[in-house]
Structures are given as C-alpha cells and as structure tokens.
C-alpha cells in the first residue's frame, strides 16, 4: 500500500507538468490573441507560475512525506522480518536442543540399561564362580581328608609289615649266626699261626735244599692264605667280633692277654704280640667280651 501512494505521488507530479505545459500552451495562445495586454500576460504567467511553483512543492512534500513513510514502513517491515527470523532461529535451535537432549536421555537410558544388564549377568556369573569354587573347596578337602586319612592307615600298615619284616629277617639273621663264638675264633688264631710259622718253615726246607718250585708254591699258598686271613678277619665283624693286637709296653692284664710260657706275669708288660686275641662287642656293657686273649710274650718289670 505505501509502495502504491508513492508510486501514485509520482504520476500526480506528471499530470502537473502536463497541465503546466497545457496552461503554457493556452498562455501563448493567449498572448497571440491579445498583443498588447503584456502587463495582464505577465501576471498571469506570474500567477499560473507561483501556482504551479507551490502545487509541485506540495506534491513534492507529499512525495517526501510519502517516501520517509515507505521507508520507515520498510525498516519496520526488515525489523519484523529479522525479529521472526531470530525467533525461529531461536525456536528452531531450541528445538534441536530439545532434540538433542531427548537423545541423549534415550540414549543414556539404554546405555544404563545395557549396563546394568552387564553388571546383572556377571555379578551372576560371579557368584556362580564363588559357589563352584567353594564346592571344589569342599570336595578338595573332603578328597584330601580321605587321602590323608588312607595314607595315614596305609603308612601304619607298612610300619606294621615293616617292624615284623625286620623281626622276622632279625630272627632269620639270628638264626645264621653260630651260637658258639669261641670254635671261630681258635679258627682264626690257628690260621694266624699258620701263615706266620711259614717263614720258619721257609727257612728250614731252605736248610734241607728244598727245589726253587716248591718254594714258589708255598709262596703263592702263604699269599693266598694271607688273603683268606684278612676276609677271615673283616667277616668277624659280621659277628660284631673283631681282633686286636697288643702292643708293645702296655700293662699286662691276665683277661686280654696269655702269655706265652702260660707263667704268671702279674705286673709284667707286653714285650711282642705273638697271636692276637679275639673280642666281642658288648651291646650294654661298658668292656667288650674276650673270646680269646692274645697270646703274647710278656717280660716282668725289674725290681729296684
């Protein structure tokens, strides 16, 4: 509408022209009509002058009028306009928020959801775990306490079968052994004599001019014999027996030893050991059993 007025004050300032030019016009017909009233032409050019002068100042501030209208109209119009576009800039970044924050309370409720499923099914799986192992506890010490239980028996068992087995293979043992020691032992003094007279032997088939081969074999029987003595010697300690051999300058003692000339020789000491004797250890005694004493050569201390 205002963009019409202006418009229309636009063509009114034409018409006015127009007539202006028309009322010229009629003037210079007039001043031909009448040639010499140039006073009365002159005010009226005058007239029609100040009259057209005052109507186009009047439509040209209608104009003006018109136009500051239009566009105060139209600033208005821009302000509107923008204001409607903040608003629904507004409405429509508050309805995307409103969007957005629907979509994510959506989308937090099913991540809580999701979640706490989760946390459901393994804190289930969990105690499952729990009650699996405390069952696995409770069989593993029941299982245990039978076993231990069973090796326990089984262990008394053999210590049971143990003790008689070592009965029964003492008393086998036992019944091996001589009863008499004493024959064992004259055994072995005899064997000692043997093997050391045959130096004296040596020396009297030496005397008789016995052959160089016959002394090569009682040779070889000596070292044979030799070695018999010292198996016979270390098989005594089977028999917790064992030999001992006196030594020179101790104190006679008529239990352990025997002298030679069977004299005798209380306060005398031994001068040479000419067998040793044979000994039997003592399981609770302090002194060990003499089997045999040792023959010796004894000589008596001199009388001051």
Same mark, same amino acid.
């Given at each position: @509408? ?44 005058? *007239? ?35 204001? +409607?576009?903040? &608003? ?15 979509? *994510? ?11 706490? *499923? ?17 069952? @696995? ?48 032992? +004259? ?28 002394? &090569? ?88």
């Amino acid at each position: @509408m205002a963009f019409g007025n202006y418009y229309g004050g636009v063509t009114n300032e034409k018409n006015i022209l127009d007539k202006l030019a028309e009322m010229t016009k009629e003037l210079r017909e007039v001043k031909v009509t009448l040639i010499n009233p140039e006073v009365q032409a002159e005010q009226i050019k005058y *007239q029609v002058i100040n009259e057209a002068k005052a109507e186009a100042d009047k439509l040209i501030n209608e104009a003006k009028a018109e136009a500051e209208k239009i566009r105060n109209e139209a600033k208005e119009e821009v302000r509107k306009e923008r204001e +409607q576009r903040d &608003k629904s800039e507004d409405k429509r970044k508050k309805s995307l928020d409103e969007y957005l924050n629907s979509r *994510q309370i959506c989308y937090k409720r099913e991540v809580d959801m999701d979640v706490r *499923q989760w946390l459901e099914n393994y804190f289930a799986k969990e105690k499952r775990a729990a009650e699996i192992h405390d069952e @696995m506890c409770a069989n593993t010490n029941t299982v245990q306490a039978k076993f231990i239980a069973a090796l326990e028996d089984n262990i008394e068992k053999l210590e049971t079968v143990k003790s008689d087995f070592y009965t029964n293979i003492h008393s086998w043992q036992k019944s091996l052994y001589p009863v008499e020691y004493e024959p064992i032992a +004259q055994n072995f003094q005899e064997l000692y004599r043997l093997v050391n007279v045959d130096p004296l032997i040596r020396m009297e088939l030496l005397a008789e001019g016995t052959s160089t081969n016959m002394l &090569k074999e009682l040779e070889k029987l000596k070292k044979t014999l030799s070695t018999f003595l010292h198996r016979f010697e270390s098989s005594l300690h089977g028999l917790d027996m064992y030999v001992y051999y006196p030594e020179a300058g101790e104190m006679y003692d008529a239990l352990w030893h025997l002298p030679e000339n069977e004299a005798d020789c209380t306060g005398g000491h031994v001068v040479t050991c000419i067998v040793p004797g044979v000994a039997r250890k003592a399981a609770d005694q302090v002194d060990d059993d003499v089997v045999l004493p040792a023959v010796v050569k004894v000589e008596m201390s001199k009388e001051e």
